[in-house]
């Protein structure tokens, strides 16, 4: 699989959407092809369509998805953070 890189560099901000890509397709890596389709339109619908929103999800498997993405965001926002320290 081929490596996805940013075209920030290391002491560049990186925006909340950079960070919400990010986590995606990092969660992408360890999915089924199925999953990950299901995931496409979660994401279509969660983050795409409508400013993201951690209060917007249908139903416990989108809720799921986007507390999971929301975390890893945060984490690679917060990483990126530490290392421009």
Do not use: C, Y
């Given at each position: ?17 950079e960070t919400l890509v990010r986590a995606m397709v990092e969660n ?32 416990s498997r989108d809720r799921k998805f986007i507390d999971v993405i ?16």
């Amino acid at each position: 699989m081929a490596q996805w890189h940013s075209n920030t560099n290391e002491n560049e901000t990186i925006s909340e959407d950079e960070t919400l890509v990010r986590a995606m397709v990092e969660n992408a890596k360890s999915l089924s092809p199925r999953e990950n389709l299901e995931n496409a339109v979660m994401a279509q619908k969660n983050f795409m369509l409508i400013p993201f929103d951690q209060s917007v999800g249908n139903g416990s498997r989108d809720r799921k998805f986007i507390d999971v993405i929301a975390r890893r965001s945060e984490d690679i926002k917060n990483n990126r953070d530490q290392r421009g320290s």
